[in-house]
């Protein structure tokens, strides 16, 4: 195997592990009834759509059919890919998750 087909490999696992953490969240934000969109917009306000979102979002399942994910899985998962805005914003909703039920 060269470099090049090398450092392919490794873009490519890196794209489809950062795929598996959007629908990680994307299912996480439909099993607690929110859109996932619109708290990725409340995290980056000024940035265009997100098309990996967009696709990934129609893999999603109901939350009847879904298993539970943990809060703090998703939290670890964007915080892994440098998504620490949108881990903040997870974070608040979950403390007010909390405080609604608590």
Known sequence: MTERDRESEIIERYQQDEKMMILVYA???INHDLNPKKIYERAYPNQKQNEALEEVV???VSKEESDQIADQTVIQALQAFGNDDLA???QEQIDANKGESG
């Open 27 to 29: 299912q996480w934000c």
């Open 58 to 60: 129609e893999l999603t």
């Open 88 to 90: 903040f914003v997870v």
